[in-house]
């Protein structure tokens, strides 16, 4: 298979913004993406949940559309939406828009971006409150497996910490604070804006030399350092009153720098991607145990996390863990079949060759590899993954699943003798 090439053009601007111009001419769209050294990853235990806030705050409006209403109707009446999302270690903040609207966007971009106005802070902090709510019981304990697993696998470290905060961190944050946390983080050097679609790259790089030279350079943000934790397994279970257990799996897994990182991204495919893969068809196809389940692979700059996540019904959820830990460790022992690498490999290949198709995905392919600083073509990247071997992926599986490195949660209302066979499995 061979994956179509798609150029990408880099430029760095003044400030130390990096540029990148994708152009798509089949495409009747252009997407404009904004990728940011942010979240927990960044932030100091007292720090935390401001870059999930300030993301919030793009909302509330700018100097010339100065509330969320007027904000977000500036955007919608030429043709899009605007989105942002905070993740453990970046944040993004993007739009697709019809290419006749593509300098207007761009303009109103910029200035969301550099110079949001922080308009109706308490009202934001109602609405962060909510959310935060969603992950918490009646009595304010943590229930939402993602958290609680990064907690447990990395302890008292930035990885470990919610990318929302806590209420009462939320409701202590201040404008003065958020706007210096502002000035740390949406600068230039630590920036990466993305355009890809329907457009000339001159003149995206005229636009964007005009629309973000108010931002200052700044600097590139360094992540705490990554968690050092002894090698021993580690098992909690949260009282939550539902019907089924939640149940997480994780292991430390390679960073995005690491040999290692292409062979446990296949490890990912080979597990989940698709309903034929063997995690789904053993578990839901063959035994009935999950509605669904699936699998995640998180790199961050100097280490990872690779995860599975699956619910059942309190009396099932030993049988869940037990039979995901042994498609575990044989993949660990024995490696992936022939015909699962190939079907992998294929359709990772169909997959690169639709970004040509999807500028939503292409801007992120991009934007994501500068920002890391592990900057890839669609084909270099087919070519490293396309090569892998199978002993490759068993090596790799053998170093990533490991009973020593295990690291289990639940969250439900399993009885005693339940969580007791769970913590008997995961423990060993």
Known sequence: ????????????????????????????SV????????????????????????????????ARHPSAHQQALAFESRGGTLGAATYVDHGTLGIAIPPECFEPVLELFGEVFGAPIF?????????????????????????????LIRRLASGDNSLGRPITGSIARVEAMTREELEAH????????NTVVTVAGRVDPDQVLRLAREHFR?????????????PQIADGARFQYVRHASSQTQLQVAFHAPGEHSALEPATDMLLRILDDGMSTRLYHQ???????????????????????????????????????SEVLRLLFDLAEHGPTDAELDKAKTRYGFQLAELVDHPEEAAEFFGFGC???VARTPGARWERLSSLTRAEVRDAASQLFRPAT?????????????????RSLALG
Do not use: W
Request: with cysteine; glycine share 8%; hydrophobic share 35%.
């Open 1 to 28: 298979m061979t994956t179509p090439e798609l150029s990408c053009e880099q430029t760095t601007l003044d400030n130390g913004l990096q540029l990148l111009v994708v152009p798509m001419p089949q495409i009747h």
């Open 31 to 62: 997407v404009i993406e904004a990728q940011l050294r942010a979240g927990p990853r960044y932030e100091t235990a007292d720090e935390c949940g401001l870059s999930h806030f300030l993301e919030h705050m793009l909302y509330r409006g700018t």
């Open 119 to 147: 308009d109706s802070l308490e009202i934001e902090k109602k609405i962060v409150r909510e959310e935060i709510l969603e992950g918490l019981d009646d009595a304010g304990n943590e229930i939402d497996p993602d958290t």
């Open 182 to 189: 502002h000035r740390k983080l949406y600068v230039g050097e």
């Open 214 to 226: 108010s931002l200052p350079r700044g600097a590139t943000l360094k992540p705490e350092q990554a």
């Open 283 to 321: 578990i839901c196809d063959e035994r009935g145990l999950c509605y669904d389940v699936s699998a995640a692979y998180e790199a961050y700059s100097d280490c990872g996390l690779f995860d599975i996540s699956a619910e059942s019904d309190h009396e099932r959820a030993p049988e869940v863990l």
């Open 371 to 373: 920002l890391t600083g």
């Open 406 to 422: 295990l690291h289990v949660v639940g969250v439900g209302g399993a009885k005693k003798r339940q969580q007791d066979a769970l």
